[in-house]
Nanobody
Framework: QVQLVESGGGLVQAGGSLRLSCAAS????????MGWYRQAPGKQRELVAT???????NFAESVKGRFTISRDNAKNTVYLQMNTLKPEDTAVYYC?????????WGKGTLVTVSS
């Protein structure tokens, strides 16, 4: 069973930065695609960024140029560096692992950006 634990959320002013981390248990991390999703109050969960096992990345248009995603396979950890944060980035951020058609999710970490 895969477990994902997010950390790094919090309250930040607009224009500030945060780095989220997601630590994964299990041996499949290195061969899995990882991603970050977010869900704002009253809205559906949406993709923020993904990183494949080989390192290729993909970003939502709304975060391109501001967010970066990276992974450390030695630590079974994926990161989301968020810069120039905006109030509309406020959401619960969820870590996702995809492997052989299965989706695993963390419990989420809250990011609040004040204006």
């Amino acid at each position: 069973q895969v477990q994902l634990v997010e950390s790094g959320g919090g309250l930040v002013q607009a224009g500030g930065s945060l780095r989220l981390s997601c630590a994964a248990s299990g041996s499949i991390f290195i061969i899995s695609a990882m991603g970050w999703y977010r869900q704002a109050p009253g809205k559906q969960r949406e993709l923020v960024a993904t990183i494949a096992s080989g390192g290729s990345t993909n970003f939502a248009e709304s975060v391109k140029g501001r967010f970066t995603i990276s992974r450390d396979n030695a630590k079974n950890t994926v990161y989301l560096q968020m810069n120039t944060l905006k109030p509309e980035d406020t959401a619960v951020y969820y870590c996702n692992l995809k492997w052989r058609g299965f989706d695993f999710w963390g419990k989420g970490t809250l990011v609040t950006v004040s204006s």
